[in-house]
């Protein structure tokens, strides 16, 4: 395993049938790992399961290392069907609406200082830090009636 923010030499050395008797041995240029990890992409969702057209609010809780911050955001709703942006998308929030029911994929791209970037979407099958966003049928308006 490699660290990171550490520089490694390499050599490849190569044998002959017989194990004693050394064939060839070629040095490599050294290589530096970079200095941490890219950041590590979560968000919340509220609310956690959502209607149809209920106002939904997409909040970034990524974690960022190597004493960086997180610089930018950007928020990806490209090929998701009835969606209503209603805030910007290049915060560490946003907030939406989607006028119909499913599985949607909002992706989300973080950008720390050292300039690491991550970007995942919501429903990616191999994601398992973001939340699924589904959004349910929209709650029925209820009406009280007093008894005749």
Known sequence: VLSFNKTYNW???VWESDPERLSAVEIGPSFTTMAHAAPALQF????ARPSRDEQV??????????????????????GVD???????????????KFSTSGSK????????????NCQKGANDDANDSL???????SIP????VLPR
Not at 131 to 137: E, H, K, L, M, S
């Open 57 to 78: 609010t997409l909040t970034d809780t990524t974690v960022v290392s190597g004493g960086a911050t997180k610089t930018a955001w950007n928020w990806d709703f490209t």
């Open 82 to 96: 009835g969606v209503t942006l209603l805030s910007a998308t290049n915060g560490s929030q946003v907030v939406a």
């Open 11 to 13: 050599a490849v050395r």
């Open 44 to 47: 919340t969702l509220s609310p």
């Open 131 to 137: 939340p699924n966003i589904t959004i349910g049928r």
């Open 141 to 144: 308006l209820f009406r009280e």
């Open 105 to 116: 994929n909002v992706k989300l791209r973080v950008t720390d200082s050292d300039g690491f």
